[in-house]
């Protein structure tokens, strides 16, 4: 709802987040797939359960976009993938690098896979940077790790190449510098040309866009997909952008207090949404066409829940318009379902959302 209209689903996104068409994928051969990962952490007020029952895959050449507000679980996912979570972290469920399955991995085995096959481009760049080294170093550091045996000038070459290619101009005299010599929007390229640096089959980018204007943000999304073009990684892209995942995603997973709220194509979650949850996010949106200056923004009403305290049944009933309370959306959990041949909801009237009248907001 806007206002007081209901928005068709074909209506929730104006001309300026368009999708792009998506790319067809080059291979049928799955990279990575996640099938039914658990992530909980044990405090003194209760069971955090972070992640709770994720299942997906990714291909060559295909990104993925996971996106949910803040807490929904996306960075804790990514995390438990790489093996980068505490130890106090209980991670259960199955992540497979093609044959190879993850969280039994020992840990010597899974450093030599993470940061070679599996990268990933951190969200805060200036604390992921250390400050005392140069920014060459750091990036050296990287690819010398996995690649003992190569030389000096190969490897400083190596380098100027990388910093080239993410769009750092002389980037021998670049390599010199110290972290604080560059803007957030180059730090964030230093960082992309560091999980890049072994040309990794799969890269996890973990909000690659916070906290850059809209131009850099861009400039950035631009390195990524040119990067993908010339070797055919697949990509993980975490954020809360729906406007950035329209752009360059070619399916998309919606998340919701630790769990998936839906998984389809970018046409399908953006033109024909099975989840509430996903139409109030693609409503919350500014649009460019919007009729008057009076027309405000939908909102979702309430905050995310605690996920020590996760509401009974959806977790998502005590902010959804569509809700039957008491009914069965408060009293049992929705199973993920297959809707469509590429599509999956966890919603109680997925497939009846466009004759059902939602509540005023």
């Known amino acids: 709802m806007v206002g007081d209209r209901a928005i068709a689903p074909a209506e929730l996104l104006g001309p300026p987040y368009a999708p792009a068409s998506p790319a067809p994928f080059v291979s049928s051969e799955t990279l990575l797939r996640v099938q039914n990962l658990k992530v909980e952490f044990h405090t003194d007020e209760g069971v955090v359960r972070a992640v709770d029952d994720v299942s997906f895959d990714v291909r060559p050449g295909e990104t993925l976009g996971i996106v949910g507000e803040s807490g929904s679980g996306k960075s804790v996912t990514s995390m438990a993938i790489l093996g980068l979570l505490p130890r106090y972290a209980h991670v259960s469920g199955e992540v497979y690098y ?12 899974l ?28 990036i050296a550091e990287a690819i010398k790790v996995h690649n003992p045996d190569i030389g000096r000038r190969e490897l400083h070459d190596r380098v100027c190449e990388l910093l080239d290619l993410v769009g750092i101009p002389n980037p021998s005299e670049r390599a010199q510098q110290y972290p604080h010599e560059f803007s ?150 929705p199973p993920f379902l297959q809707i469509e041949t590429t599509q999956w909801s ?16």
């Not at 093609?98 to 085995?109: A, F, G, H, N, Q």
């Open 184 to 333: 957030g929007g180059m730090r964030q390229r230093v960082m992309i040309a560091m999980s890049i640096s072994n040309e990794p089959d799969v890269l996890i980018a973990d909000e690659p866009t916070t906290a850059l204007d809209v131009t850099i943000q861009a400039q950035v999304m631009e390195v990524i997909e040119r990067i993908q073009d010339r070797t055919n990684s697949a990509i993980v892209l975490i954020t809360h952008d729906l406007g950035v995942v329209a752009g360059v995603a070619d399916r998309v997973m919606v998340m919701y207090a630790g769990r998936q709220a839906e998984l389809g194509s970018i046409d399908q979650i953006f033109y024909e949404p099975k989840h509430p949850y996903t139409r109030g996010l693609l409503a919350s949106l500014p649009r460019l066409d919007r009729r008057t200056r009076d027309d405000r923004l939908h909102r979702i009403k309430g905050q995310p829940p605690s996920l020590i305290y996760v509401p009974t049944g959806c977790p998502f009933h005590p902010r959804c318009p569509y809700a039957e309370v008491p009914g069965v959306c408060d009293s049992t959990r």
């Open 98 to 109: 093609r044959e190879r399955e993850l969280i039994t991995m020992k840990p010597k085995e």
């Open 346 to 361: 966890a919603c109680h009237f997925a497939t009846e959302l466009d004759e059902r009248e939602p509540a005023e907001t």
């Open 111 to 138: 450093r030599n896979i993470r940061g070679k096959n599996i990268a990933m481009i951190f969200q805060d760049a200036l604390a992921s940077l250390n400050p005392v080294f140069r920014v060459g170093d750091q």
